[in-house]
């Protein structure tokens, strides 16, 4: 079995993150490099991960037009992640174009196509917000035509809630990668996160990747933190 566990680095400086990396590169699966990280750290954060042995899952959610959010694809892939994520709202042309552009630059480049995962609806929005911009305000309805439009795209994953994944798992192809954060063992605090499973409960539910953040990376000893909850998988 793969190591499920991704590990969010969000923290501001390539220092923090690269700390943080290099003592748990040996016993996760991967590292998430988000908003925050890539925009003050810059793309070299990136090689500097991939330095560690770790592999990279870029979370910077793009959705623009097709030419724009593939192009953003194609360089992600020279930068050698292996996981990135997109807005699912940004439409069938714009995922298909996202994956068209994994596939094409990974092959020119010798790598493997990163996962292209789809994000669908952001856990802050709820059905009053969702109506307000237009949407269908039933969020797991909204969430189903998302998903089933992630799939139609060609797209082989997407980032979900862990209370979503039995209900997506119902109807998505199985071989959809599941990635979900929203994880607590119970042991520290819940920060902001309102509704969590644990990382074996959330495995057990049917999801392929863990993003872990503070549980390890706050933890006094996050190498332990990361051990300890790989022990506690199916
Ligand atoms: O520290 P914690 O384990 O809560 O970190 C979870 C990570 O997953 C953060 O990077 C957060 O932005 C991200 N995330 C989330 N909930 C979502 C989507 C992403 O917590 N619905």
Redesign the pocket.
């Known amino acids: 079995m793969q190591n499920p566990i991704i590990v969010?680095?969000?923290v501001p400086t390539a220092e923090q993150a690269l700390q943080l990396a290099e003592q748990l590169a040996p016993v996760v699966g991967a590292f998430?490099i988000?908003k925050e990280l890539f925009t003050s750290a810059g793309p070299d954060i990136v090689r500097r991960i991939r330095a560690t042995g770790g592999a990279v899952f870029l979370?910077l959610k793009f959705h623009d037009i097709p030419n724009t959010v593939a192009r953003a694809v194609a360089a992600a892939v020279r930068l050698d992640v292996q996981m990135l994520t997109l807005h699912t709202s940004g439409g069938l042309a714009m995922m298909q174009a996202a994956e068209e552009a994994a596939q094409e630059t990974a092959s020119q480049s010798g790598r493997n196509a990163p996962l292209v995962l789809g994000?669908t609806v952001?856990?802050?929005l709820d059905s009053q917000a969702l109506g307000e911009i237009g949407m269908e305000a039933n969020v797991g309805h909204q969430v189903e035509r998302l998903a089933n439009l992630a799939v139609r795209a060609g797209l082989r994953g997407l980032?979900?809630?862990p209370l979503e994944v039995v209900g997506l798992r119902q109807f998505l192809p199985a071989s959809m990668q599941l990635v979900?954060?929203?994880?607590?063992t119970g042991s520290e605090k819940a920060?902001?996160?309102k509704r969590t499973l644990t990382p074996r409960e959330a495995m057990d539910a049917g999801a392929n990747w863990l993003?872990?953040?503070?549980?390890?990376?706050?933890a006094e000893n996050p190498r332990a933190a990361a051990e300890r909850i790989l022990a506690s998988l199916p």
Do not use: E
Not at 180 to 184: F, K, L, S, V
């Open positions: 969010a680095l969000d998430k988000g979370d994000v952001l856990t802050s980032v979900c809630s979900t954060p929203g994880i607590r920060d902001d996160q993003v872990i953040g503070r549980p390890i990376t706050a």
